[in-house]
């Protein structure tokens, strides 16, 4: 399973867009990027995933470049409750295990 | 529709007893994992089942651990002879067939080992 770093921790301030940047170089043809957003006191949640290009839902874009050995996962003017913890995995699409590293904590504040 | 549903949510136990954690999937969700999740730290895979079958145990961190699914539904995970190690959140999270990235997460049971 490809290895991921992302930035420990970021500061925002509401209505800014966040970009969150994750490196993981060693990806591997069949694998996915996924991001996932944690609450304090709640389980993970699905954000969004991709595997080249650029994917956007109603939550979030994710920017991965050509040779995507890394990721963006960018947040549209974000809020005070955006303040969470992002987590990029990458792994393929018949991995069963998630492996979460540290994540990112996002704080955004008025 | 209702999400994943653990219990209990918290659970204190004294050091060397058996503990058994539930978790109950999203219906049609075939697939069943458990995390432990340490605090500050990512969920960490133990284990997960299709169907009733548990395909992948690597995760469990040693033969004190195991988990269930007799009918490919709820599923338990028990922890024999509890050390204070063993203290964490623990996760369940199911997925629907083929979607194994996008698993949804259970609330959690807070084990405490005392």
């Known amino acids: 399973l490809a290895k991921t770093t992302q930035p420990i921790s970021m500061d925002s301030y509401e209505g800014q867009e966040v970009n969150i940047t994750c490196s993981h170089n060693?990806?591997?043809?069949?694998?996915?990027i996924t991001w996932y957003q944690q609450f304090p006191s709640q389980g993970p949640r699905f954000i969004i995933q991709?595997?080249?290009t650029k994917v956007t839902n109603e939550v979030a874009s994710l920017f991965i470049p050509a040779d995507r050995k890394s990721s963006t996962l960018s947040l549209p003017r974000v809020s005070l409750s955006d303040t969470a913890v992002y987590y990029c995995?990458?792994?393929?699409?018949?991995?069963?295990?998630?492996?979460f590293g540290a994540g990112t904590i996002l704080r955004v504040k008025s | 529709g209702a999400g994943v549903s653990q219990s209990p949510r918290y659970k204190v136990t004294k050091r060397g007893q058996d503990v058994a954690l539930r978790c109950d999937p999203i219906s049609g969700h075939v697939s069943l994992y458990w995390y432990r999740q340490a605090l500050g730290q990512g969920p960490e895979f133990l284990t997960y089942?299709?169907?009733?079958?548990?395909?992948?145990k690597s995760g469990l961190p040693n033969d004190r651990f195991s988990a269930e699914r007799p009918e490919g539904s709820i599923s338990t995970l028990t922890i024999q002879r509890t050390e204070q190690r063993d203290s964490a959140m623990y996760r369940c999270?199911?997925?629907?067939?083929?979607?194994?990235?996008?698993?949804?997460f259970g609330p959690g049971t807070r084990l405490t080992v005392l």
């Open positions: 995995l990458v792994g393929d699409a018949y991995g069963n295990k998630l492996v």
């Open positions: 999270a199911s997925s629907l067939p083929g979607q194994p990235n996008e698993q949804f």
């Open positions: 089942f299709n169907y009733e079958a548990q395909q992948d």
């Open positions: 060693n990806i591997a043809t069949n694998d996915y």
């Open positions: 991709g595997y080249k």
